[in-house]
């Protein structure tokens, strides 16, 4: 069936709204005003709808228009996808992947994950964004990465579990938890200070993988954090793959909690785009599979 409205049509009506006018429209567009209004009233006509009204100098969505309006947004959304897609497929390998990582995923299982893919595709560049829980649903949402690997699902995308990560409950050999003598409870911590690594997400759980306690130290890097408790500066859970060196040579010595001491965070693999991911992001996608599985 075809159809009688254009994506330039419905880019018109879209900038109208988010512009809040048809002469900021037609600004932002490089379009004459009447041109936009035209496109506007094509839609009203072909549909038999209002989709604005006039209040003062402003146009205001009505009802339908609102409908309309998300309509029409997921609608372009969807043809740029498309487009950007077809470019990078007709392409070939992509000229850059834009990887978005949980910091816990293990560095150098990243890093020889992106060399085995160098070595078939040189000339792709990859940027890695490291990022922290909600820090990776960012980069997938707002269209920044074209992978990432993420310890959530944010809503709308799919994923595979790559790894568990386990996080251990440690502390300096020399704190003073480790001189009480006994199992320690979570109110055994109240007392001393908490090292945590802060979301890089925009909106940020202050409650995520902390206990409650008086004294806390937020940081943005798991080495700070690692290196904050191994001057006994505090306790923290932080991921066996980063701390063996420091757990062999008894700078760091697991706590004696009760329960909770060892926590475990799922990290997923997801592909921003599944149905439109050019050959340099499927090739990747396969390496990452196949090196996490080798490595546990």
């Given at each position: ?5 254009t ?9 109208v709204?988010?512009?809040g006018?048809?002469?900021q429209a ?5 379009k ?12 009203e006509?072909?549909l ?14 009505t ?5 309309l ?7 372009v959304?969807e043809?740029?996808?498309?487009e ?30 992106f ?6 595709s040189p ?14 649903s960012?980069?997938l ?8 690997i ?6 709308g995308?799919?994923g ?23 199992e320690l409870?979570?109110r ?30 937020t ?8 290196q ?14 980063h ?10 010595k ?8 060892i926590?475990?965070i ?5 592909l921003?785009?599944?149905?439109f ?14 090196l ?5």
């Amino acid at each position: 069936m075809s159809t009688h409205i254009t994506l330039e049509q419905w880019r018109s009506l879209i900038e109208v709204v988010d512009a809040g006018g048809y002469a900021q429209a037609a600004e932002r567009l490089c379009k004459s005003q009447s041109a936009v209004s035209y496109a506007v009233q094509k839609i009203e006509t072909l549909l038999g709808i209002k989709a604005f009204e006039i209040k003062g100098r402003r146009a205001i969505l009505t009802s339908t228009g609102q409908m309309l309006y998300r309509r029409a947004l997921a609608l372009v959304n969807e043809a740029n996808e498309l487009e950007k897609a077809a470019h990078k497929l007709s392409a070939g390998w992509e000229a850059i992947i834009t990887v978005a990582a949980e910091i816990l995923f293990p560095s150098e299982l990243l890093l020889n994950c992106f060399q085995r893919f160098s070595l078939q595709s040189p000339s792709t560049r990859i940027e890695l964004i490291e990022s922290v829980l909600g820090g990776t649903s960012d980069a997938l949402l707002s269209g920044q990465v074209d992978l990432a690997i993420s310890p959530q699902l944010p809503p709308g995308f799919l994923g595979e579990i790559l790894m568990r990560i386990r996080l251990q409950a440690v502390a300096h050999i020399d704190h003073p938890l480790h001189h009480l003598g006994r199992e320690l409870s979570y109110r055994d911590l109240r007392a001393y200070r908490h090292v945590v690594i802060r979301d890089s997400g925009t909106k940020r759980d202050q409650r995520t993988a902390t206990v409650e306690v008086d004294q806390r130290w937020t940081v943005s890097q798991v080495a700070t954090s690692i290196q904050a408790v191994s001057m006994g500066y505090g306790f923290a859970w932080l991921p066996e793959e980063h701390i063996r060196e420091e757990l062999r040579a008894g700078v760091l010595k697991p706590l004696p909690l009760k329960q909770g001491h060892i926590r475990e965070i799922p990290l997923y693999l997801i592909l921003a785009n599944p149905d439109f991911a050019g050959s340099g992001v499927r090739c990747l996608a396969n390496i990452l599979r196949e090196l996490s599985k080798n490595n546990h």
